[in-house]
């Protein structure tokens, strides 16, 4: 693992103050083809480091990426944020015993209020699948993957995506419709995401999308 620095931080919403860690200079050995990064060692120190990606406060549930350092809040948006965890049907369920993917749904829940962009909160989703694969979570580990495919769909249409964002975000929608089983949409937007490649920094991605579509292909027949 990784450096793990633990430091005080205070709730922006209901002013709890608690400690929280966040890790430095960890070590990866390479991607999955859903871009989760695989660790060094044992797959639930790797979900713990994925964890780390949000911070969730233990007595309202508020969560956002990275810390709370330099998050201003407005009177409404705190109140607002209130309600909805309060109303949130998982948060509700879960609160109690926390599972490890909570603080990235509950982060999603709150950029929701704060109006992050569609693929910001598809990012989360996305990080919350890949603890439950590693967590071998595998109902959650799709819906979350289906939460992300609706997410980067809206950002595809009204974003105006574009660069390695653009390719990135319409290769995932492809990777992630072949892992929930819908082999021929898969095709669809790999074949979408070639065609968004322009610079040849992207020759990873270029081979990565290449290899994806045969497996779709002998996937779907
Ligand atoms: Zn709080």
Redesign the pocket.
């Given at each position: 693992m990784g450096q793990v620095e633990r430091v005080y931080t205070r709730?922006?919403?209901?002013?709890?103050v608690f400690r929280t860690s966040s890790v430095k200079g960890y070590t990866t050995v390479g991607r999955e083809s859903d871009l989760c990064p695989k660790f060094p060692g044992r797959q639930s120190d790797g979900s713990r480091l994925i964890q780390h990606h949000v911070t969730m406060?233990?007595?309202?549930?508020?969560a956002s990426p990275e810390d709370f350092a330099g998050l201003d809040l407005s009177f409404d948006q705190r109140s607002n944020i209130e309600d909805r965890l309060q109303e949130d049907g998982l948060l509700r369920v879960f609160r109690t015993s926390p599972p490890p993917w909570l603080g990235f749904h509950a982060a999603e829940v709150c950029g929701q209020e704060q109006g992050y962009r569609a693929r910001d909160l598809g990012d989360l989703c996305l990080r919350a699948s890949w603890v439950c694969r590693k967590e071998k979570e595998q109902p959650f580990e799709s819906t979350f993957q289906l939460r992300t495919v609706r997410y980067f769909l809206r950002s595809l249409e009204h974003e105006g995506l574009h660069g390695r964002e653009l390719s990135v975000t319409t290769y995932l929608v492809g990777e992630l419709n072949r892992r929930l089983g819908r082999h021929r949409e898969a095709l669809n937007w790999y074949v979408n995401a070639e065609r968004t490649i322009e610079d040849e920094g992207l020759a990873w991605l270029d081979r990565l999308i290449t290899r994806q579509k045969e497996r779709a292909r002998e996937q779907a027949a």
């Open positions: 709730c922006p919403v209901c002013e709890h406060c233990p007595a309202c549930s508020f």
